[in-house]
């Protein structure tokens, strides 16, 4: 789902040359042309670091200022087209890598506000995306019942992606809900048998039902 999100930010970047000069440091975005400078600087900068981070990777001390350098980007562009979606989806992520949980709610909320009514496919599937970023944030947070809910929402649209599903069984099993959790891993697992957060959890979860558990 990173690759739709992505897709947003920087599809108007493929009518621009490849060879556009980027400046190396910040600055305010002023213009169409500054604002596709500072995303396509952002991505180039911070790419493989939230891939890692998409995939849960543990960032390094490198990444990890490449993403607080690349944010900024990000945010000055925001400032500038306060009604785009991709990049506040963008940003909402950054700040969830950087640990920052209130300020990349503050974003993603953002970001599904402004997608407003479209129906457009790449929007809904970037939409339903954040909410299962916003599932993540919350349940680090320690908001379950939020970090359920929203997880529900993505698995509830996207069936088929057991990321979204793993979500909600990971929530399920906080807010007490064993059975909900079962049949999500069971279904993550149907889809791709080899999802380590799905066997990690449906392993837990054998052992937590297990008669000297209980």
């Not at 169409?32 to 001390?61: H, P």
């Not at 799905?198 to 979860?205: D, I």
Request: net charge negative; aromatic share 8%.
């Amino acid at each position: 789902m990173l690759v739709v999100v992505g897709f947003l930010c920087v599809a108007a970047l493929s009518n621009h040359s490849k060879d556009m000069k980027v400046p190396e440091g910040l600055f305010v975005v002023a213009d169409d042309t500054s604002y596709l400078q500072g995303l396509q600087k952002a991505n180039e900068l911070s790419g493989k670091a939230m891939q890692d981070y998409q995939e849960g990777k543990q960032l390094t001390s490198e990444e990890l200022v490449q993403i607080q350098t690349a944010v900024q980007w990000i945010d000055e562009a925001n400032l500038y087209k306060p009604d785009k979606v991709g990049p506040f989806f963008l940003s909402g992520k950054a700040y969830a890598a950087l640990g920052d949980y209130q300020k990349a709610d503050e974003k993603l909320r953002q970001g599904l506000a402004n997608v407003g009514n479209d129906k457009s496919e790449a929007m809904q599937m970037a939409a339903v995306d954040a909410h299962y970023e916003l599932s993540r944030i919350h349940f680090a947070m320690g908001d379950y019942a939020r970090a359920y809910d929203e997880a529900t929402i993505a698995a509830t649209a996207v069936p088929n992606a057991p990321d979204y599903l793993v979500a909600r069984a990971k929530a399920a099993l906080q807010v007490n809900k064993p059975d909900v959790a079962r049949e999500e891993l069971t279904a993550a697992l149907a889809i791709d048998p080899n999802n380590a957060g799905a066997k990690l959890l449906s392993k837990f979860l054998e052992s937590s039902q297990s008669p000297k558990h209980k």
